[in-house]
């Protein structure tokens, strides 16, 4: 199957610092990347969709101005944290999708970024 | 969207046919349902895909009745290795997105 990458795999950083996550479909052209974020014994949540060549979409709740997503190219798309905190501390996953994942095209996942800030 | 609900956890031991069942009752016209396995600290994997009746591959089935309110999937034989949270997703065309639920979390015992 199609192969994501994350980078970095973890990331310990002081409060108030911006970290950034690079995800990357590696042998295919993703037309449509996610992110998602899972806090301990939780369920993936869905944070934004992001479309190569223009703005992402966030969900409900989660804000475009702390996350902030970049698809420069159909093969790699960045989130990056801004201002860390302790509570942003989590589990950062990305999934990429060549064409429309409702339509039955398959996401692939990266391996996730666990980020924590002290 | 089209939510779903699974049982929060399941308990097996090793050699027994796992069967996992998901609730998705107001899954549309056009929605896929697809199941993906996660392993702690890792992003999930896919396990298979259907639209209806059934769809068996290398690691599991995937049971669909025709009113496709429900899904099952089924895990033949399974080892210490499956322990993990399964989630069953159903695809909202209108919203080209995948929600995932709360997932089942399966435990395998020797």
């Known amino acids: 199957g199609a192969v994501v990458s994350q980078h970095p795999s973890r990331v310990i950083c002081k409060s108030g610092t911006s970290v950034k996550i690079e995800c990357r479909s590696l042998?295919?052209?993703?037309?449509?990347m996610f992110w998602y974020r899972q806090f301990p014994k939780q369920s993936l949540m869905l944070m934004a969709t992001?479309?190569?060549?223009?703005?992402?979409?966030?969900e409900q709740g989660v804000e475009k101005d702390k996350f902030l997503i970049n698809h420069a190219s159909l093969t790699l798309s960045t989130l990056t944290v801004t201002s860390a905190h302790p509570e942003d501390s989590s589990f950062y996953i990305c999934?990429?999708?060549?064409?429309?994942?409702?339509?039955?095209?398959?996401?692939?996942f990266g391996p996730g970024t666990r980020l924590t800030v002290l | 969207l089209a939510k779903t609900t699974q049982p929060i956890s399941m308990d097996s031991y090793e050699g027994q046919e796992v069967n996992i069942t998901c609730s998705h009752n107001n899954i549309a016209t056009n929605d896929y349902i697809t199941w993906y396995q996660q392993f702690p600290s890792q992003g999930p994997r896919f396990i298979i895909q259907?639209?209806?009746t059934k769809v068996t591959n290398e690691v599991a089935s995937l049971f669909i009745p025709a009113d496709r309110k429900s899904s099952t999937l089924s895990l033949p034989r399974v080892s210490l290795s499956d322990t993990a949270v399964y989630y069953c997703l159903v695809g909202d065309i209108t919203a080209d997105k995948l929600i995932f639920g709360t997932g089942t979390r399966l435990q395998v015992f020797p």
């Open positions: 259907g639209y209806k």
């Open positions: 042998d295919f052209q993703a037309t449509t």
């Open positions: 992001s479309n190569e060549g223009s703005k992402a979409t966030y």
């Open positions: 999934s990429a999708s060549q064409g429309l994942a409702a339509e039955g095209d398959e996401q692939f």
